[in-house]
């Protein structure tokens, strides 16, 4: 590249910052420029809902890199930036303050924002450090706490609240928790998880307001019913922040549109991590992966493209969460998979004590797992997925049957 202009890089959340470092790791010595517009350096976000809410953790051990080392690598890092329009035709960028900022190349890692329903805007949300914090201080004074919504996050807070003292009620829509994620059958013990840790589990519970009062907070559902608490936290998902693309004129389909080397329709764009829509390699459609993983290995293959390599990014998804110490991993594509009647899966192991690994089928391919409690088992099946899709379904869940031997 002879450009004397950088490459800008728009989100200084996970994805962003590595690229950032990946680009200097791959040896790409020109002008750098990592636009975010939160306060804060970048940091991960997992332990939000995890160890920073419980107290084990403080911001400065949730960074990404020291302080120092963005200078230090000669990255540019500028945060409380908002970049508000981007011209691909000029390639520009105009920044908050009306400044513009030309770029060589850009990536777009604008990641999401929580999301927000009508009539419950007085949930706080946890995306950000901020939030986390906020939230972190009021549950020193052990609240009764209203967690609106059973997915991944949900449920993560409810188990930290539980950990610290505080009265926990969780409200769900759907009939079962982790609906997203997993299967009715494995959502199912989890509810049972929570109820056992003390938990009020309310599921196939539609709210539709929430009012605060001189005492906390009141909850109404569809169906008149009421949830008293002193606040209440909605943990409802995450809404992909395409603004700037879909005004710049990038084809957005529930994400910013990549290709598999993380291009998007605009000549010289890349994009990365919660924001981008993926083709799903077994439905054809378009999805949004918004783990940590991805955002981290789909930044690492968009900064190697930008310098001109050829690296395709086709991962198999995976994601992990921990509740009360147990953990649960999951890979793949359940959402592919016949998992929602009897067929289409099989265990190793004791669902009832949680220590099984679940294997998700479509047809005769294995296309997803669920692990509690088994990290290596997690591993081998992983890479199954990626690489001995068709093994058969006998020989998988066999308990005599080492899964290491497969994957060798
Ligand atoms: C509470 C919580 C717990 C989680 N736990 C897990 C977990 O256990 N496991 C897991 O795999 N994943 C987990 N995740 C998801 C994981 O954190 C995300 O997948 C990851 O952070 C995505 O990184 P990203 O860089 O793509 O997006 P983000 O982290 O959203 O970063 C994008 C950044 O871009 C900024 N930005 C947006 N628009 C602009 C603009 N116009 N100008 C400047 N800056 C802009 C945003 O403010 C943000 O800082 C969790 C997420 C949350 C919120």
């Known amino acids: 590249m002879n450009s004397t202009d950088p490459i800008v890089i728009v989100g200084a959340g996970l994805a962003g910052a590595t690229a950032a470092r990946t680009l200097r790791a ?12 939160e306060p804060a350096q970048p940091y991960w976000r997992p332990p939000l809902s995890k160890g920073l809410m ?38 520009t960028l105009t920044l908050d303050e009306g400044s513009r900022v030309r770029y060589d ?56 609240a539980r950990s610290l003292g505080c009265e926990v009620i969780v409200v769900e829509a759907a009939g079962v928790p982790l609906g ?113 993983a991805n955002a981290m290995e789909q930044a690492v293959a968009a900064a190697r493209n930008m310098l001109g390599h050829n690296t395709s990014y086709a991962p198999v998804p995976s994601a992990a969460s921990e509740q009360y110490g147990t953990r649960l991993e999951l890979c793949g594509w359940p959402e592919a998979a016949d998992i929602y009647g009897d067929r289409g899966w099989s265990v190793r192991g004791e669902p009832e004590s949680l220590d099984f690994s679940a294997l998700f089928w479509k047809d005769d391919r294995l296309v997803a797992a669920a692990c509690v409690g088994r990290g290596a088992e997690f591993e081998q099946l992983h890479r199954i997925i990626r690489d001995h899709p068709y093994t058969d379904v006998d020989r998988l ?12």
């Open 26 to 37: 791959e040896g790409y010595a020109g002008p750098l420029l990592l636009l975010g517009d």
């Open 54 to 91: 419980a107290g084990h953790a403080e911001p400065e051990h949730i960074a990404v890199a020291p302080p120092s080392s963005w200078a230090d690598s000669d990255i540019d890092l500028r945060t409380g930036i908002t970049v508000r329009e981007l011209d691909p035709a000029a390639r």
């Open 105 to 160: 190349q850009l990536l777009l890692a604008t990641g999401g924002r929580a999301r927000r329903l009508a009539g419950l805007e007085g949930a706080r949300t946890l995306r950000t450090l901020p939030e986390a914090l906020a939230l972190r201080a009021e549950l020193a004074a052990k609240p009764a706490l209203l967690v609106i919504g059973a997915g991944l996050i949900g449920l993560e807070m409810a188990a930290t």
């Open 180 to 292: 997203r994620v997993a299967p009715p059958w494995l959502g199912g013990h989890f509810a049972a998880l929570h109820r056992r840790n003390g938990v009020h589990l309310e599921l196939g519970v539609q709210l539709t307001g929430l009012v605060e009062t001189a005492n906390g907070v009141v909850a109404t559902a569809a169906d008149g019913r009421t949830w008293s608490a002193d606040i209440a936290v909605a943990a409802l998902g995450m809404v992909p922040e395409t603004g700037l693309a879909e005004r710049a004129g990038l084809i957005v389909d529930r994400g910013i549109v990549v290709d598999t080397h993380c291009r998007t329709t605009a000549p010289g764009v890349f994009a990365a991590g919660d924001v981008t829509s993926q083709l799903h390699p077994l439905s054809g459609g378009r999805y949004r992966i918004e783990h940590y």
């Open 397 to 408: 869940t066999d308990p005599d049957v080492d899964l290491a031997s497969i994957v060798a």
